[in-house]
């Protein structure tokens, strides 16, 4: 955890409607209890001139913050006790078999009708085709020291390929339509896929529903590539953990430069 503090800001970065006389930038990775603490060492401090404390405290970014029973049985009964629904993962089924010869049976995923019956299991292998998450969109600015190039992108995803003997790719990304344009480009012999909804589907269904159609999708990869820090991969590493996936097959991210 790492302060730093300074002085006479005018504007926060992107909250243009919020000013104040000092910031205190905070860089941690870990349990709120974290933010607790920090908060306990300002909270008999006073801001000098008007002998109070500062009445607000903003949290603009605190996505990385864990709860504190993350991770232990209580948490992992929870998680697994959550399902998809139906309907959509429905939608991610069939368009596993139709595209990238992909179902239950073929994958060899633990998925019994209750999830009380699941038991340790490692013996999943997925379908024929490599899963990447990329994100793109506001990690381009916010975290562009972790984030690779579509180039480097590409040549990562060539050598997993190799690796795996495979040919199929499946892209799950928020980048822009040129992006995915250039991605073909780079991928050109290889078969590039996305799922995208109709438009008239999209507007009735909303986004989340599509992301989870896309989680369905990638969570069934014989090998799954994700984004570092990102929410939505770290949720398709937890469904890649439930259906019996191999550790090596699933927590894998891309690295900012392709020789590593």
Request: net charge negative; charged share 25%.
């Amino acid at each position: 955890c790492k302060l730093h503090e300074y002085q006479n800001y005018h504007y926060m970065e992107n909250y243009y409607n919020i000013t104040e006389k000092s910031i205190t930038c905070i860089n941690s990775q870990g349990s709120v209890m974290l933010l607790k603490d920090i908060l306990d060492q300002y909270k008999d401090q006073y801001d000098g001139r008007n002998n109070i404390m500062p009445r607000i405290v903003l949290f603009a970014h605190a996505e990385t913050a864990l709860h504190d029973f993350f991770g232990d049985a209580e948490y992992w009964s929870a998680r697994r006790s959550m399902r998809f629904n139906k309907n959509l993962r429905d939608i991610g089924n069939s368009y596993r078999t139709d595209f990238l010869v992909s179902n239950d049976e073929h994958d060899k995923v633990q998925k019994p009708y209750l999830w009380t019956d699941e038991k340790p299991y490692r013996g999943a292998i997925g379908g024929d085709y490599l899963c990447v998450h990329m994100r793109r969109a506001d990690f381009i600015y916010g975290r562009d020291a972790q984030l690779p190039t579509l180039r480097s992108v590409a040549n990562q995803i060539k050598r997993a390929l190799a690796e795996l003997g495979l040919h199929r790719v499946y892209l799950s990304s928020d980048c822009s339509g040129s992006e995915f344009h250039d991605m073909k480009a780079f991928l050109r012999g290889v078969n590039l896929y996305k799922f995208k909804a109709p438009w008239e589907f999209h507007m009735q269904i909303g986004d989340g529903a599509v992301a989870i159609i896309d989680q369905v999708i990638c969570s069934h990869a014989r090998k799954f590539i994700g984004t570092f820090e990102s929410t939505f991969t770290y949720r398709i590493y937890e469904e890649r953990e439930i259906l019996g996936f191999p550790e090596e097959m699933t927590f894998n991210t891309l690295c900012k430069r392709d020789d590593l």
